[in-house]
T-cell receptor, first 109, second 114 residues
């Protein structure tokens, strides 16, 4: 079967750095997406990785290792507004997005 | 508008009632997706359109669920004879070209079946 695993909840301090991990097992791979979802709102796109390595975009970076079926999202200089759920999603061989359950990130002052 | 819009934002239905959920994608976006999201879970794929063609409906949970996009723009997700297990947020997303593109999500319709 297809499976996306990510931690249910993480807590971090304002101004710090946090890394949210995602491991996946899917039938085929056409890229990995990270989305941010605030409570009661729609997911918003953060990043897309299809090749191994690190993609940096401002305070957010995303890493992919296809051989390990592993990705992480790195958030630097955390702000209170970063409190949200972070969803990892993999596009499989049928070009369907398979979603993880999301990691709820709690930022404390 | 600039983004994906969905209506209604909230819908309460009695068990057995039919409902219709509307999605207005970003103008010019070819691809349109419907997802179902239960509380505390990630979205689950329901169906995918490219223009007016429904290319994948493998995620529709039963034959009570039906989606259409007759003119390749607005889409409607219809659920017949709603059941309590249909209670969820229904998200619509669109993307500019094929499936390997950033998907822009609407705010969702929260359906509660009593």
């Amino acid at each position: 079967g297809q499976n996306i695993d990510q931690p249910t909840e993480m807590t971090a301090t304002e101004g710090a750095i946090v890394q949210i991990n995602c491991t996946y097992q899917t039938s085929g791979f056409n890229g990995l997406f990270w989305y941010q979802q605030h409570a009661g709102e729609a997911p918003t796109f953060l990043s897309y990785n299809v090749l191994d390595g690190l993609e940096e975009k401002g305070r957010f970076s995303s890493f992919l290792s296809r051989s390990k079926g592993y990705s992480y999202l790195l958030l630097k200089e955390l702000q209170m507004k970063d409190s949200a759920s972070y969803l990892c999603a993999v596009m499989d061989s049928n070009y369907q997005l398979i979603w993880g359950a999301g990691t709820k990130l709690i930022i404390k002052p | 508008g600039a983004g994906v819009s969905q209506s209604p934002r909230y819908k309460v239905a009695k068990r057995g009632q039919d409902v219709a959920l509307r999605c207005d994608p970003i103008s010019g976006h070819v691809s349109l997706f419907w997802y179902q999201q239960a509380l505390g879970q990630g979205p689950e794929f329901l169906t995918y359109f490219q223009n007016e063609a429904q290319l994948d409906k493998s995620g529709l949970p039963s034959d009570r669920f039906f989606a259409e996009r007759p003119e390749g723009s607005v889409s409607t997700l219809k659920i017949q004879r709603t059941q309590q297990e249909d209670s969820a947020v229904y998200l619509c997303a669109s993307s500019s070209r094929g499936q390997i593109n950033e998907q822009f999500f609407g705010p969702g319709t929260r359906l509660t079946v009593l």
